[in-house]
């Protein structure tokens, strides 16, 4: 949620008026990237926890929720999923996930599409694939959902 605050004073010989407006506007389609951004990063450090990033980066792979993840693809969902969280910090970043979630539909579709040769380069199946079209689909939607927007101004005036 973004907050703006304005603040406007008129001083005269006999009063002062004060105008304050608060506009906030907020985008339901961060709570959605951001829920994404938080999956990718938590999926993202157990991948890179399990496997280790001391060795080779395709073996061994390891299962989170059905999914064959290797160090690789613990990379790259922490990166992508801090980028989702950077475009779920206000509404204005909302081309960033976007963006984000297009590589990751891209992404997805290569490795779901893969041949088992590059499937066991990357050390993922093609489930892990599908699972990165989803979501990236969902934090495009998200990116595209309109903000809310809520203005309110309060005027005063003391003699002085």
């Given at each position: 949620m973004a907050l703006y605050h304005q603040r406007d004073e008129v001083d005269t010989p006999y009063e002062r008026?004060?105008?304050?407006?608060?506009?906030?506007?907020?985008?339901?389609?961060q709570l959605l990237t951001g829920a994404v951004g938080a999956i990718l990063v938590i999926f993202g450090v157990i991948a890179l926890v399990r496997t280790g990033v001391d060795g080779s980066l395709n073996t061994p792979p390891t299962d989170i929720?059905?999914?064959?993840?290797?160090?690789?693809?613990?990379?790259?969902?922490?990166?992508?999923?801090?980028?989702?969280?950077?475009?779920?910090?206000?509404?204005?970043y909302r081309g960033v996930a976007g963006a984000v979630g297009a590589?990751?539909?891209?992404?997805?579709?290569?490795?779901?599409?893969?041949?088992?040769?590059?499937?066991?380069?990357i050390g993922t199946e093609r489930a892990t694939g599908?699972?990165?079209?989803?979501?990236?689909?969902?934090?495009?939607?998200?990116?595209?959902?309109p903000s809310l927007y809520s203005r309110e101004r309060a005027v005063t005036t003391d003699r002085v």
């Open positions: 008026t004060t105008a304050v407006a608060r506009t906030r506007h907020f985008s339901p389609g929720l059905g999914l064959a993840h290797s160090a690789y693809v613990g990379f790259a969902e922490l990166a992508l999923g801090l980028l989702l969280l950077l475009g779920s910090a206000n509404p204005a590589l990751m539909v891209i992404g997805g579709i290569i490795v779901a599409a893969g041949t088992t040769k590059m499937l066991l380069q599908w699972f990165f079209v989803v979501m990236g689909a969902i934090a495009i939607l998200g990116s595209m959902l």
